[in-house]
């Protein structure tokens, strides 16, 4: 059974440019976590979703940033417009259900922004 | 203080010896996790302990939680380089008697075992 999959591992962009960060759930797995890590800091929540439902976004930031979890294939995070700020370490994270439970936490996808 | 903080914010021991990591919370939980992180990788999921569990052990770790304190320690016995390695803690915040898994992560701890 693969873990979860994310990719890319490492994405360069441009200021003004859209970043989209793609992650495969564990097999089996329904509900998918999104977590930002800013350098020498932990994790901090950005969205939950369940297959083509926005959960909880309550950590997203209201402009620039996008979140799906279609019925078939992985899930992405979107950044649009790109800035400086938005360089960080981006962890998916899945469980198969959305209660106490453990979260299996992917590679993660190191966002650099020039 | 932010939820679930760690501390120390680095530990530096010799292979062989213990280490203690703690970790401090604000909000009632469903549970506190303890996670792994080594230099610019994945975490790693070590143990999970429930709000009515006081105490869990998995191999050379054992975790501690008190919830009239709201805290946590997370112990390594017989410490290996091998552990050298970021640890969260991360908690489960229990919202209205319901949770989706959310987990609010602390700093983190930055342990290093010399040989």
């Known amino acids: 059974n693969a873990g979860v999959m994310q990719n890319p591992r490492h994405l360069v962009r441009r200021r003004g440019q859209e970043a989209r960060l793609r992650c495969s759930p564990m097999?089996?797995?329904?509900?998918v976590y999104w977590y930002r890590q800013l350098p020498e800091e932990g994790l901090k929540f950005m969205v939950y979703?369940?297959?083509?439902?926005?959960?909880?976004e309550s950590g997203m930031p209201k402009e620039r940033f996008s979140a799906e979890f279609p019925k078939e294939g992985p899930s992405i995070l979107r950044i649009q417009q790109v800035v400086r700020g938005d360089s960080a370490a981006y962890f998916c994270?899945?469980?198969?259900?959305?209660?106490?439970?453990?979260?299996?936490f992917g590679p993660g996808t190191r966002l650099t922004v020039l | 203080s932010q939820q679930g903080e760690e501390d120390p914010q680095a530990l530096s021991i010799q292979e062989g010896e213990n280490a203690t990591m703690n970790c401090s919370y604000k909000?009632?939980?469903?549970?506190l996790q303890w996670y792994r992180q080594n230099s610019g990788r994945g975490l790693v999921h070590l143990i999970l302990?429930?709000?009515?569990?006081r105490e869990k052990h998995s191999g050379r770790l054992r975790v501690t939680l008190d919830t009239s304190k709201k805290s946590s320690s997370l112990l390594i016995t017989a410490s290996r380089a091998a552990d050298t390695a970021s640890y969260f803690c991360?908690?489960?915040?229990?919202?209205?008697?319901?949770?989706?898994?959310?987990?609010?992560f602390g700093q983190g701890t930055i342990l290093t075992v010399h040989p």
């Open positions: 302990i429930r709000s009515n569990e």
């Open positions: 979703l369940q297959k083509e439902n926005i959960i909880d």
């Open positions: 991360a908690t489960d915040a229990r919202a209205g008697g319901t949770s989706y898994g959310k987990l609010t």
């Open positions: 909000t009632s939980i469903n549970n």
């Open positions: 994270a899945s469980s198969p259900r959305g209660i106490v439970g453990e979260q299996f």
């Open positions: 097999k089996g797995h329904s509900h």
